[in-house]
């Protein structure tokens, strides 16, 4: 490896695909991406908020920054999109599997919670896992291929510290209701996270002989205005006694897409204020 080590920290021109690139996280990924060179392709299911993402960081960076729609849990539709971005911009150099969905805990009086395992619905189980994990796993297929036969390329798979340890549900029990009505964190998120380090592990094997790197970061909770008791359980959990602000995981998806992290691949790099050492 040759160069500074300020400059490994450099994607100039480089291009990088985000799924679901709308959201709160995408956006902040993107944010990285820009601030290192590179030029942040936002997919989404929601085109109208990716295209408004995009726009809005061109403007503050004065630089190149795409919106598109994109349906990652549609295999056609993924090659159909990373066709078109390798005809606009020659190749995709970084692939961020971000999207997924998080269901909030919420639940209705009177009703059993759909979050509880005994009630959860098939129907979010399927969609869950398919935006997840079969999105993450389509989008590697078809981007991380082209890569491989190009022979280098990143690829930064999101979890999240519940990828690494099981929700605590006493941050979501509420007094005065029975065990059986209170709410929960629901199994998908934890599966799909479970899974993302997972699918991690496997391309960092399969794909290391050709140049592809493929590691995951483990995000703790961000802080985004919830209800002040939800952020006084969680953060007695955490040994930082806070909650992660929106903005503190770009510099670790540089490392994580720049060639700073040139010898790391299959790596799960957690980054929770502590949260997971107890």
């Not at 709160?24 to 936002?42: C, D, E, K, T, V």
């Not at 997840?132 to 510290?161: H, P, T, W, Y």
């Not at 209701?177 to 479970?194: C, F, G, L, N, R």
């Not at 770009?250 to 502590?274: E, H, K, P, R, W």
Request: charged share 20%; glycine share 10%; proline share 5%.
């Amino acid at each position: 490896m040759t160069g500074s080590p300020q400059s490994r920290f450099r994607i100039d021109g480089k291009v990088a695909a985000i799924t679901g690139g709308g959201g709160l996280l995408g956006y902040q990924h993107a944010r990285a991406i820009m601030s290192a060179g590179g030029i942040p392709l936002l997919l989404d299911i929601d085109e109208k908020q990716a295209l408004e993402k995009a726009k809005l960081l061109s403007d503050t960076f004065s630089g190149e920054c795409y919106g598109y729609y994109s349906d990652i849990t549609d295999k056609k539709n993924v090659q159909v999109i990373c066709s078109q971005l390798t005809d606009q911009f020659g190749s995709v150099e970084i692939l961020i599997n971000n999207a997924a969905n998080d269901p909030k805990v919420t639940e209705k009086p009177g009703e059993k919670p759909w979050s509880r395992f005994e009630h959860f619905p098939e129907n979010i189980w399927d969609l869950d896992v398919a935006v997840a994990l079969k999105g993450s796993f389509l989008c590697s297929q078809v981007f991380g291929s082209e890569m491989a036969n190009r022979r280098k390329g990143v690829i930064l798979n999101i979890a999240s510290d519940l990828g690494i340890i099981a929700p605590d549900q006493r941050i979501y029990r509420k007094n005065g209701i029975a065990d059986d009505m209170q709410p929960v964190k629901p199994v998908t998120y934890s599966v799909v996270k479970h899974g993302i380090i997972g699918l991690t592990r496997y391309l960092a094997t399969y794909w290391a002989d050709t140049g592809v790197r493929v590691n995951a970061l483990c995000p703790g909770g961000v802080y985004n205005c919830q209800p002040p008791e939800f952020v006084r359980k969680l953060t007695n959990l955490i040994p930082m006694g806070r909650m992660a602000e929106v903005d503190e995981y770009q510099c670790a998806v540089i490392f994580l897409v720049t060639d700073a992290s040139s010898y790391m691949t299959g790596s799960v790099l957690n980054i929770d204020g502590g949260r997971t050492c107890w």
